[in-house]
Each structure stands twice: as C-alpha cells, then as structure tokens.
C-alpha cells in the first residue's frame, strides 16, 4: 500500500482490486451517487480533531482548538467538530447560518471577516455569537453603534497584521504588512485599536487575533507571529492597562497533497504555539493567555478525496494524453488558482500497474482546467474511477456552477457506511432563482 500518506489511514485495497475508503468500496459509491463525489473518511476526521486536543491538552490546560469551518462548512461536519469539543471560527453569515443549523454552540463560535457587513454582524449579534475578530476601526464603530442599539457587551478580538511573512503561496499569506486584513503595527495603528476597543461601554476585548497564511509547513513564520503579538500585549499592558485573555494564533498548518510535501506534525505545531507563547509571555513578566488556534485545512483535508468518472482521453502525438474527468475546476479551483499540486488513481484498478503518463483534465471550457499535469495512473479507459486524494479543504468548499455544473454531491463514510451530507445539485437548482424575461419568451417577439 503506497497510499496511506496521502490517502485517508483506513484505505486499502480490497479483493476485488478496487480502492476502499473508510470500509467503503469507491467504485460502488461512485455508482451510487453519481460522480464527481465528495468522500469524507469520518473517523479520519475524528481522529485529526483529537491528535489536536491530545497536542495541546498535553501541553496546557488553557487552550480551545477553533475549526476554521470555511476550509468545509456543512451542517454534519460542524457536528462532528462539535461532538470531538472543538470551537468554531465562521467567516460569513451564510457560514454563521450552517453552524446554527448545526446547533454549533453560540459561546463557541468566533465571527471573521475584512469586511463583515451591517446585516451580517446584526444577525450575528442577534444570535448570540460568542465571540466577533474586528478587523478595522470602522468595525468597531459599527460595533459599537450595534450593540449599543441592542444594549449589549460583546466580547472581542482583534486581528492583527504582525508584518510577518509565512512562506506559501503569495495569494494564501495574510500576515504581512501590505494586506487588507486586520490592524498593522506601523504607527501605533494596532495599539490604537486596543485603547479604542478597551475604553467602550459596549466592547469587550478579551484577546488578540493573527493568521499569517495557509498551507505553512515551516515553523518559523508562526513563532516570530507569537513574539510580535507579545510584544505589543506588553506594550498594551503597559501603556493603556489592559490584560491580554485570549491569544489566537490563527490556522495555517500545511498538509500533505503529494507525498513529496513535508508538513511540520501537529505536535510540533502545538509545540510552538504553547512553548513559544509560554517562553515570550515569561520574558515579559506576564500571565500566559489562553491558547487559541484555529486550523482548518489540517482538520479535513486529507479526511477527503474527490471521485471523478473518466470520460474523452485524447492523445496528443509526442506530446501528451489527455485524461478528461467530468468535473474539474467547478469542483476544485486549487490547481488553477495556487499551482496545487495533486495526485490521483484508478479506484477500479487499484491493484494495476501505474505506468501511463497522462494528464487528468476538467470537463470545463477553458484550457487552464487542468487537475493534474503529467502523472502515472493505470492505464485509463472511459468509465474508470478516478480518485484524487487531500481534496477534503477548499475544493467543495470553493467550489463553483461554472459551465452549468451542479455542484457535487458529499458522503461521509465509516465501517462499511455512507452517509449523504450533501446532496447532489440538480439541474432544477441552478435555474430555480432566476426570472425569465418579463414580457414573455424571447421566441414570442
Ligand atoms: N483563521 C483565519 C482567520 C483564516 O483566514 C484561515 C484561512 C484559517 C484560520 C484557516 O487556515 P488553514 O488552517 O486552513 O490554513 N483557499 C485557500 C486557503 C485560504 C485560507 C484562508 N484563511 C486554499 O485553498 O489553499
């Protein structure tokens, strides 16, 4: 077995040469509920949800370990997260929406966003969120405004621009200077924003919020985040009085997608996070504040693996073979937007050979959709099954109607069960909001 790496730990390969996820034969659930599909492996999913409680929990009593929802947000999903103890970062109100459907705990949930906007922090506050990350000083006017009409206290974070460069893809960096998210530190900005925030009637500010970037397997950026962030808690003590509570150190540990990538492990995650926390809030001379961190990618990512059904394989002379999928970047934009890179496999041929060199296409109109460029697969022909394992983050997610796709359907599998989560759009779905021209049919006139 090559697989396990990248692949859910429960994959095999079963007797009839087919790939099995979670006890499930994939070939089977691709002809049950249709292709390209959605396959979450749930105990795989559990299982990341504890080895990042276990990390911390090993560490440090005072800790709460946050799912970025945005990385997979459905309804089942988010139970599960809340079933395992972890908290919730939401960052719109259609994903505030999901957690409430979910019956996600209120207290638990954080509220993100550059630019949340007035109906979505109201229908925030109304539904008691626990927590809002204000990203700006408009924010916390509006804020303000907000929660004084409602006669309410709301318990705050703020995000900070430590200046910080995580090394990953430039469009999934967050922490720099040059950045639309969060309070920069030049010119006091950041420290201005604490004294604004601890001085109101209506705000609570109970901690401090960065996210440097995404898919980081170096340590380093996140440690030098930690000691930016104590620096300026030191000066808030200092200067304005006021104690830091919550330190949340964001997401944005990487994963495998290829077995070529190596991540740093969630241990050594929590190791920085609370050692390198506790280590700059002793030089300081201050009490360490509750731990806070908030991956998502890391928590599903490689729970998940997209199923497609092969459809056209074109050979280009010399050059190369095309092997179309009938979905692509409709489904999963990550290679066309970040470079990703990904691997796949023939599910129904699990035990051949991988000795043809093809290039997996999408079924979409335009040249750049293209879900892996040179790879070895069994040899394909129209109707296999072809699996690409680590699509668990940001691809149903950022997943799209382009061409006319109805978006995918999901199942969550566990011993031998699936389970739909999501279902499959339909046809109907895509039209059901629109209008027809008023006046009558076009062919009328
Ligand atoms: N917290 C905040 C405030 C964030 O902005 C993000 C991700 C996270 C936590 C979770 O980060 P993670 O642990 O998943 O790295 N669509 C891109 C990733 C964008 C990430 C945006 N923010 C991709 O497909 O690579």
Redesign the pocket.
């Known amino acids: 077995m090559t697989h396990t790496l990248i692949y859910p730990n429960s994959t095999r390969h079963n007797e009839r040469g087919h790939l099995e996820i979670g006890g499930c034969d994939v070939v089977e659930l691709a002809e049950k509920f249709g292709t390209p599909l959605f396959i979450y492996d749930e105990e795989a999913v559990r299982d990341q949800c504890r080895r990042y409680l276990e990390a911390f929990s090993s560490r440090t009593d005072d800790f709460e370990v946050?799912y970025?929802s945005?990385?997979f947000s459905a309804v089942a999903m988010l139970q599960i997260v809340d079933q395992e103890g972890l908290s919730l970062?939401v960052?719109a109100g259609g994903e505030y929406h999901t957690a409430l459907v979910a019956g996600f705990p209120r207290e638990r949930i954080f509220f993100?966003g550059n630019n949340k906007t007035r109906g979505e922090l109201e229908y925030a506050l109304e539904n008691g969120v626990g927590f809002v990350?204000a990203d700006s000083f408009m924010e916390l006017d509006l804020l303000e405004e907000l929660c004084a009409a409602r006669g309410l206290r709301q318990k705050i974070l703020l995000?900070i621009t430590p200046g910080v460069h995580a090394e990953t893809?430039s469009?999934?960096q967050?922490g720099q200077e040059d950045s639309k998210?969060g309070f920069g530190l030049v010119e006091g900005i950041a420290l201005e924003a604490i004294r604004r925030a601890h001085t109101s009637e209506y705000l609570e500010l109970v901690g401090l919020?960065a996210?440097i970037?995404?898919?980081?397997f170096s340590m380093e950026g996140f440690q030098r985040a930690i000691e930016v962030l104590v620096g300026l808690i030191k000066d808030a003590h200092d200067q304005i009085g006021w104690s830091c509570r919550y330190l949340n150190a964001?997401?944005?540990?990487?994963i495998r997608y290829t077995e070529e990538d190596s991540p740093a492990t969630v241990d050594e995650y929590a190791e920085v996070k609370v050692r390198g926390l506790e280590e700059a809030m002793t030089r300081v001379g201050l009490p360490v504040p509750r731990v806070l961190v908030?991956?998502?990618?890391?928590?599903v990512?490689k729970a998940g693996v997209t199923a497609y059904r092969v459809g056209t394989i074109k050979e280009v002379p010399g050059i190369r073979t095309f092997v179309a999928v009938d979905g692509g970047m409709s489904d999963n934009?990550?290679p066309m937007?970040?470079e990703?890179k990904y691997e796949a496999m023939l599910a129904n041929k699990a035990d051949e050979p991988e000795d043809t060199l093809v290039t997996v296409a999408g079924k979409h109109c335009e040249s750049g959709d293209i879900l892996i460029r040179d790879i070895e697969i069994a040899k394909p022909e129209a109707g296999d099954v072809l699996v690409m394992p680590s699509t668990g983050?940001?691809?149903y997610?950022?997943a799209s109607n382009y061409n006319g796709n109805p978006r995918p359907a999901v199942v969550l599998v566990k011993e031998g069960q699936a389970q739909l989560i999501v279902e499959r759009e339909t046809y109907g779905d895509l039209v059901a909001r629109q209008r027809p021209l008023e006046g009558g049919q076009a062919g009328d006139r």
Do not use: C
Request: no cysteine.
């Open positions: 946050i970025a945005k990385a970062d960052s993100h990350v995000r893809h469009y999934i967050t998210f919020h996210h970037g995404s898919q980081i964001g997401g944005g540990l990487g908030e991956p998502g990618r890391s928590l990512g934009i990550r937007l970040y990703a983050a940001y691809a997610a950022m």
